[in-house]
């Protein structure tokens, strides 16, 4: 799907949203309607819509890369191409089940909301499609009525003291659903609070398996020391390399070496065994960039001949 079929989807949905259903994921996977009223329910959705419209629809610099391609651009929205999955994608799943079949109500008890792990939101358009957005619960998200502080607010054009917690929802999310591909908004919360580091450690760690069996790599154990001892940017790249590299498998080893002792840079930072025939990778400069020269991050500009490392490249065709 290009990035202008995506937007057309979401315009299509957001512009004419005809319903909204908020969920509560209690504890690690029970889903609870929310319970809310509809007035409060009308507010959350023209807050969603507005997000989804200046985030995705009106966003001129939208670009939606693999989720294996992340990295530091800003305005990029990327789909989900891993093989294994987080319980929380199932969570949607259900929630657009449940939204026909509602499920129990959320018992507000003492109000505390400390057992709200997640919420999520279906928004439906007027031909019954659907985006399904995935909001974690931070702690901060719940304003305490007793934490120290003097807690005011209007009352009567008098300053009252809270005494009940307030439980804030914003229009944020981590990933939303739209047909059947997940994308995801923000990869940090996505790998620091869902579990998603362990997808990634896992498929780094297959990555390191597939470069032993390339016999490109004199020794990898040092490459698998990185990925153990929790090194998770460098366990991301590999996970890249693993799903994305054009080289692996593609070029032939020898034409790898070749390609690296000629090129100005790399030449000098990747050394080869006494045979010539493998890459002695004892420092982690070397590793990072030889894992760059399997994901083929070394271009040269055909008009100018100068060689730049390229960190996103986005296909022309």
């Known amino acids: 799907m290009t990035v202008e079929q995506f937007k057309n989807k979401v315009s299509a949905i957001v512009d004419d949203c005809v319903g909204i259903k908020m969920f509560f994921v209690v504890g690690e996977a029970n889903i609870k309607d929310s319970d809310v009223d509809n007035d409060a329910l009308v507010r959350l959705k023209t807050s969603m819509v507005a997000r989804l419209k200046t985030g ?8 939606i890369p693999l989720l294996s391609d992340a990295d530091e651009r800003k305005n990029a929205l990327y789909r989900f191409d891993f093989d294994d999955k987080p319980l929380e994608f199932d969570l949607l799943e259900q929630a657009l089940q449940l939204r026909v079949n509602a ?5 507000v008890g003492d109000g505390n909301f400390d057992d709200i792990s997640a919420i999520i939101v279906v928004l439906t358009g007027r031909n019954n499609e659907t985006i399904t957005l995935y909001k974690h619960q931070y702690t901060v998200s719940v304003l305490k009525a007793e934490q120290g502080a003097l807690n005011l607010f209007k009352s009567n054009n008098r300053l009252s003291e809270l005494d009940s917690n307030i439980l804030k929802i914003d229009p944020n999310y981590v990933f939303l659903k739209l047909d059947n591909d997940y994308y995801v908004e923000n990869v940090k919360t996505l790998e620091s609070y869902l579990g998603f580091h362990d997808v990634i450690k896992d498929t780094a760690a297959k990555c390191v398996a597939k470069l032993t069996d390339m016999a490109l790599i004199e020794d990898t154990a040092p490459l698998v020391e990185r990925v153990e001892g929790e090194d998770m940017a460098f366990s991301r790249k590999l996970a890249k390399v693993a799903r994305n590299s054009p080289v692996m498998g593609a070029v032939a080893n020898n034409d790898i070496i070749v390609f690296a002792q000629k090129h100005e840079y790399l030449s000098k930072l990747l050394k080869l065994n006494d045979a010539g025939d493998k ?6 400069k070397s590793q990072d960039h030889f894992i760059k020269l ?3 991050d070394y271009l040269e500009s055909e ?10 490249k986005d296909k022309l065709s």
């Open 56 to 63: 995705i629809v009106e966003n001129e610099s939208l670009s």
């Open 103 to 107: 499920p129990d109500k959320y018992q």
């Open 279 to 284: 890459f002695v990778l004892k420092t982690k």
């Open 294 to 296: 399997v994901s083929d």
């Open 303 to 312: 008009l100018t001949k100068i060689q730049y490392d390229s960190l996103a």
